[in-house]
C-alpha cells in the first residue's frame, strides 16, 4: 500500500558532517499543531517564522477563529528530528502560542 510521492519523502536523507565523520540523519514524515492563543499580536512573527523553514514545510492549513481571536496551524513537514527541533523550539518561545509535534516512525 503506497502513497505515491510520500514513498519518495519518507526515503529521503540529509547528510551532515560531525567532527569529520559523514553522518545521515533520515528525514521523515510528521506533522507540526499550534494554537495561537492572540493572532492579531502573533501573527505576523508567527508568518515569519514558518517562512524561515518553509523548506521543510509541506503543506500548511489553517482555521482562524475570529470570535476568540485566535487561530489553529497545522503543518505537514518532511525533515530530521534535529529540523523539527529547531521549529518547534523556536515556535514554543513565542508567548501565547502552544505547539504539539510527531514523525513518522519510518526511517
Known amino acids: 500500500m503506497g502513497c ?6 519518507l526515503k529521503s536523507n540529509l547528510k551532515v558532517s560531525v567532527t569529520g565523520t559523514e553522518e545521515i540523519m533520515e528525514k521523515r514524515l510528521g506533522f507540526v499543531g499550534l494554537i495561537i492563543e492572540n493572532r492579531e499580536r502573533d501573527a505576523a ?12 514545510i ?3 492549513t489553517g482555521v482562524p477563529c475570529p470570535e476568540r481571536n ?3 496551524i497545522t503543518l505537514v513537514v518532511d525533515a530530521t528530528t534535529d529540523q523539527l527541533g529547531a521549529l518547534t523550539g523556536r515556535l514554543g518561545r513565542v508567548r501565547g502560542i502552544s505547539v504539539k509535534a510527531m514523525l513518522s516512525k519510518t526511517k
Open 4 to 9: 505515491g510521492w510520500f514513498q519518495g519523502i
Open 45 to 56: 512573527n508567527i508568518n515569519t517564522l514558518l517562512s524561515e523553514f518553509g523548506d521543510i
Open 58 to 60: 509541506l503543506v500548511r
Open 70 to 72: 485566535c487561530s489553529a
